[in-house]
């Protein structure tokens, strides 16, 4: 038995008395051993959990942080993608102009690297490839400023030149479509295999067309049946020679506006679409014949190289086309009447 008495500090209170047994003292022994225990397993594991904690607060930050920079780096990616595809676009248009003047071709070769699609699942590895992406196209627009200041020294000391190079679409660029391309294909009348020298641009009958560049009208009507069926079947015909260094031909007109010895300017109406001759629909036929490549003899190239006014599907292929060697054997030369003097 233990007796336990609480004396007050007011003696004027009594004083209390607590008897216990020795069941009771055993239990209490046992609950304050249990208490002490748990206190002590708490604070010998708190460095554990605590730990543990900062632990998973830490993973948690990081792997907020780590999906903040993937959704950045996703971003870049998106936006390098898209000055990658302008970049390509002006780099070709640079290419074309690097053709049409006759400049070293091997400044416009070369374009950006294909990049591999879905290569490293890291986000190590992404930010790598993005680095090398950037890189390239560092050295991609170094490249283009470099071809572009040559192109303007080259415009600046040939002005006379540029201006009487055909560069421009012969047809509003909204009211045309292209139905035969420059090259090998079937013939709509004879349903063999030939060389088309132009191009077939369908558009509505009355739709104006323009000169491609400035020069001299050297034909205008159609061509003496007499003398050239092969010509006579392109019914009205308009032909502009570009200071002999090229020469464009218009073809199944319907009316002509623009006349033999006339001086056009680039741009202006010369005449109008038309299904004269051996046509199957109004539209024109476009030729662009150059003596560059042999002097002396214009030969047929294909008109959307010198187009730097509208994009053409795949144009990166037809510049690669148009370096390659050519067999300009299987074309119609050009009548005398076609070709004239210069007067411009």
Known sequence: MIEIQIHPSDIRRRV???????RRVAVGIVALTVVLAGLIGSMAAAPTVIRRVYKNNYLGAMRQEREIQRERLRENVVQMSSLERSLEEHRVRVEKLITVYGLDRSLGQGGLPTQAQGSG????????SAR?????LQHSMRRLQDQLELIAEYESANAELVRHTPSILPL?????????????????FTRASDFHKGLDLSAPQGTPIYAAADGVGTFSGRYPISQSVNWWRFGNVVVINHTDR?????????TLAARQGQKVKQGETIATVGSTGWSTNAHLHYEVRSDIEQPGTHVPIDPRIYILNHQWNNEASLLIKARKSKDYKNFDPLPSAFIGRRRA
């Open 172 to 188: 509003p660029n909204d009211r045309f479509v292209l139905t035969s391309p420059f090259g090998n294909r079937v013939s709509p």
């Open 246 to 254: 090229f020469i464009t031909i218009y073809a199944h007109c319907d």
């Open 132 to 136: 090398r992406r950037e890189v390239s």
């Open 121 to 128: 699942n890291s986000t190590q590895e992404q930010l790598g």
């Open 16 to 22: 209390r008395y607590f008897f216990l047994d020795r």
